[in-house]
């Protein structure tokens, strides 16, 4: 009887050591990759420089006012070589002092347009048209307004 349950002990056996090695293996993968997650997410977050250089380089902004002036340049000065603004000068209409032309000239040539939009409470349609081979020229028809006296433009280059 005993020479019976003999082979059956050793497949047991064989057996155990399997599952100890699978389970071995997988708590090894598992802290494995939780060490690197946690490597990865303290170098990421302590290090602001590298999020701000990296934010810049996925979606280059600027932000700028109604005189041309960049408030912000959040990676968009390496494509933009200058940004002028043209106000709207009738005397008694309706935008009068508000910008009704946004040129911008870029360094090299972009492909699309770069989103320009108002970040105050202005009701603004921008239209977009290339002119020469690295300028865009932006149109801005005004239904509304902000009482304020500055006026803030968001730029975004899309590439």
Same mark, same amino acid.
């Given at each position: 009887m005993l020479l019976?349950?003999?082979?059956?002990?050793?497949?047991?056996?064989?057996?155990?050591?399997?599952?100890?090695?699978?389970?071995?293996?997988?708590?090894?993968?598992?802290?494995?990759?939780?060490?690197?997650?946690?490597?990865?997410?303290?170098?990421?977050?302590?290090?602001? =420089?590298?999020?701000?250089k990296i934010a810049q380089a996925a979606r280059p902004i600027a932000?700028?006012?109604?005189?041309?002036?960049?408030?912000?340049d959040g990676g968009a000065s390496?494509?933009?070589e200058s940004l002028s603004v043209k106000l709207n000068e009738e005397p008694g209409s309706f935008a009068?002092?508000?910008?009704? =032309?946004?040129?911008?000239?870029?360094k090299r040539f972009l492909h699309s347009a770069p989103l320009i939009v108002s970040i105050d409470p202005d009701d603004v349609e921008i239209t977009s048209r290339r002119s020469a081979?690295?300028?865009?020229?932006?149109?801005?028809?005004?239904?509304?307004y902000s009482t304020r006296e500055v006026t803030r433009f968001r730029i975004e280059i899309l590439r």
């Open positions: 019976a349950v003999t082979p059956f002990l050793s497949r047991v056996g064989e057996i155990l050591g399997a599952l100890v090695f699978i389970v071995a293996l997988s708590a090894t993968v598992y802290g494995l990759s939780k060490y690197i997650d946690s490597r990865i997410k303290s170098l990421f977050l302590q290090d602001r =420089e590298l999020l701000r932000i700028f006012d109604q005189k041309g002036t960049v408030l912000y390496e494509f933009i009068e002092g508000f910008p009704k =032309e946004i040129v911008i000239k870029s081979m690295s300028d865009w020229i932006y149109r801005l028809e005004y239904s509304g």
